[in-house]
């Protein structure tokens, strides 16, 4: 299981002296419930920090996720004060509310334990909606090129930074209420290759994305938009998958 470990970091001196910060953790999984920390007040304080700080000085078994620490892996994802977000690149005094965090594992994911999530059902839906690249030509042609300028390259190059934190899956209104449905990630990432003039899987990949359970389902709320970490639209991405499906629906060829 997934657990934190790293290198001891130098401790910080306290914003000011005796300041303390009301921590409540998730522990457990489903049937688990919020516990209460009180945890030194740093400057410059994150809230993966505060995590960090919980395990190495008060519960040595906590269970979370982090890698990078500078916000490029997307591992450190947590719900802060009902809001998914990188705890990484969320400092305390953004979010503290009278001294006061609440951190939790995030949504619409199952709950392995305390604040780490199973992931293997958003990237499952990643396979779902067909966000595999499929080529024609093999490393004994030459490369093949595409115009920087072209419109579907732009299309693409809007949506292709995501880096799978599921910020936007546990942010999703739809996944909450209904679980099938393939969720803002899987479905960004599938606009990205239907702009892919390279591609063969068109076909196969727009009837994935066409279903009960794929692009016609979103309701354009824009949350996944509103909490991206690295301001991609999936919004626009699956607006995008809404029109090039009806078209090909109506062409008959879904």
Known sequence: MPQASAQAQPERTPARHGATLRVSLWRGR??????????????????????????????????????CRVGMCGSCAMTVNG?????????????AQDGHVQIAPLANLPRVKDLVTDM????????????????ARTRHDEFARV????EARQ??????????????????????????YLGPAALNRAWTLVNDERDTAQ?????????????????????????????????????GLKRVTARAAIRGKL
């Not at 958003?122 to 595999?132: T, Y």
């Not at 196969?204 to 938009?225: E, F, I, K, N």
Request: hydrophobic letters at 35%; proline letters at 4%; one cysteine or more.
């Open 30 to 67: 489903d049937d688990g419930a919020f516990v209460e920390y009180e945890v030194p007040r740093l400057e410059s304080q994150t809230v993966l920090d505060v995590v960090t700080w919980v395990q190495r000085h008060r519960e040595p078994g906590l269970a979370y996720r982090f890698a």
């Open 83 to 95: 809001v998914a977000r990188w705890t990484c690149r969320t400092h305390v005094a953004e979010v």
């Open 120 to 135: 293997r059902e958003f990237f499952d839906k990643w396979a779902r909606a067909q966000g595999r690249f499929f080529g």
């Open 147 to 150: 115009r920087p300028d072209s």
């Open 155 to 180: 299309a693409a190059d809007a949506g292709i930074e995501c880096i799978g934190c599921g910020v936007c899956y546990a942010s999703c209104d739809v996944v909450t209420w209904r679980p099938d």
């Open 203 to 239: 076909a196969a990949r727009l009837r994935a994305v066409a279903g009960d359970a794929g692009c016609h389902s979103c309701h354009s709320l824009g949350s996944c938009t509103e909490r991206c970490p690295k301001h991609i639209a999936p919004t626009g991405s699956i607006a």
